[in-house]
């Protein structure tokens, strides 16, 4: 269990960690589910019309270093009532160099909302995005929820063995450095034995650990520990000597 001691992020790791993937995740689950109720929209309901093309665009981006071309149409095209809109969508190269300004394009829109449109038969990329969205959306979301919820079930385990649990000394068997680093400085735990009420023994570790602090012990030192005497092998190291 975590104990006292430690900077802030080191004691709350988990909750930061596991939140700042569901900050992430969250949004990008959203957009996917979105986008996937949308493009299942106009795979089930949506109707073509002959639009023609306003202008055709090339649009460079540039991530990591990485640069990657976008091929974007922008087309006029009318509705039974005879209103007019305008839209612009994203095409593979083939479809780009096929249309020409002024020229034909045919286009697709939902009945209900003309302003949700795109030029037709272009929905397979539009799937994968959809489907990258999810999947790191998802992934995103499970990972964090999973981090997150584990790391406050044991925050609220350590907070009711502080106030309840039962007093034991422990004994510390190992000073040990971790993998785990917080502002470029290595955490240190301390590992420890302890017996519970009928004499057993058992191990746990602290929370992470400054080196300032961990140096302030050594092996065989005392230390005063709490335990939960129904599962006296979960424990809470105080940080106080016995």
């Keep these: 269990m975590a104990s006292k001691g430690g900077s802030f992020m080191a004691r709350n790791f988990g909750l930061v960690f596991g939140g700042i993937w ?93 302003s949700t449109n795109r030029v037709a038969g272009q929905s397979g990329e539009q799937w994968v995005v959809v489907l990258v969205f999810s999947l790191l959306g998802g992934a995103f979301t499970l990972a964090g929820a999973a981090i997150f919820g584990f790391s406050l079930r044991r925050r609220l385990l350590d907070s009711r063995l502080r106030e309840t649990g039962q007093q034991a000394f422990g004994t510390v068997v190992a000073v040990e450095a971790t993998g785990m680093r917080v502002n470029n400085v290595r955490q240190w735990r301390l590992r420890y034995t302890y017996l519970d009420l009928y004499g057993v023994q058992h191990e746990g570790k602290s929370g992470y650990l400054s080196p300032e602090e961990a140096q302030q012990w050594k092996e065989g030192d005392q230390g005063l520990v709490f335990h939960d005497p129904q599962a006296p092998e979960n424990s809470v190291w105080s940080g106080e000597r016995s």
């Design 22 to 114: 569901l900050l992430v995740g969250i949004p990008f689950l959203l957009v996917g589910i979105w986008q996937w109720s949308e493009l299942g929209r106009f795979d089930q309901g949506a109707v073509r019309a002959e639009g023609k093309v306003l202008t055709r665009d090339i649009r460079q981006a540039s991530r990591d270093n990485r640069t990657s071309t976008e091929y974007v149409v922008r087309y006029r095209f009318q509705t039974p009532d005879g209103q007019s809109w305008e839209g612009s969508s994203e095409v593979d190269v083939g479809l780009w160099e096929a249309v020409r300004e002024q020229g034909p394009v045919e286009v697709e829109y939902l009945p209900d909302d003309p």
